[in-house]
């Protein structure tokens, strides 16, 4: 664990201090939104078939936190705000893993959401994922440590402009670049760290995705890189384009990244694709590590 996210943990941990009365009876989760394509059972928070073998070690309390991965981000996001409600509120706390578009899921609701007012849940949801209410009283927002990435699409995919995927399929038109870095304020994280990181074994799409890529999504994007467009960024080794900098320091040639996004893990040994493989494999198997190892 890095003395940043040690820091980070013990602002928490103190804060959480001063909520009297609560501290013993807390429980921590760790959830994990998937991307495009889908695959568990909605509302099913035990249904890990998206990622692979439930039973592997992905942080505590893991819940698998299953949307569509089809329709649009607007008209799926009240399934991970119900998640958010039920772990996330009253003396819970969460840490956050996100895959490829689960990245715009978490984005969106803190973006959108994470200010609101919410009523405190019971952790024990029904078969549709809303929990039942715990005494009655709200929150403002939620009780999030943090939020890992793995191959986030936060800043859309040139796949999605190219037509590279079924434009028929609602949740592309939000995955296009330009609709993706639009759709809410990728700023707005209520002041919760994004650790991104970004796959570069990309062979198949490099012609038509800028700069290194994991073949669904460039640096651009996985790298939490600012702006309202793509561009190139690569790994030290590559003199074609700029160094998509690790942390939260601004990239080779200046480009900023978003705020409270840093870096964590960048492939500069081009071996991790996109795709999970149904064994928690590619890069998420590195998320996976870092919740397994830090997700406490």
Known sequence: MTLF??????????ATL??????????????????????????NHADFRYWGPAATAAGVNKKSVNW????????????????LDCYCTGPNWCYIAAHSAGNLQI??????????????????????????????????????????VAGGAGGGSELADAGDWALTEPLVSDLKTSSA???????ATGGRWFYMFAGSKGTLYSFVLPGQDDEAIAYHSSGGVSGASGASFCNPADWLCNDLTLGSAANQGGRAKWSFHSVAFRDDAEALNHYTNGNWGGIVSRVRADMAANAL
């Open 5 to 14: 996210r040690r820091l980070a943990l013990w602002g928490t941990a103190l």
């Open 181 to 187: 870095r639009a759709l809410y304020n990728h700023n």
């Open 18 to 43: 001063g909520i009297a009365g609560v501290v013993a009876h807390a429980t921590n989760y760790s959830l994990w939104i998937n991307g495009r394509t889908g695959g568990g059972q909605v509302g």
């Open 107 to 148: 984005g969106y609701a803190l973006a959108l959401y994470g200010s609101s007012s919410r009523l405190k849940k019971n952790a024990t949801p029904n078969a549709s994922g809303q929990c039942g209410n715990s005494d009655g009283s709200s929150q403002v927002g939620w009780n999030i440590k943090w939020v890992d």
């Open 68 to 83: 569509d991965g089809y329709n649009r981000i607007s008209t799926t996001n009240g399934g991970i705000r119900d998640a």
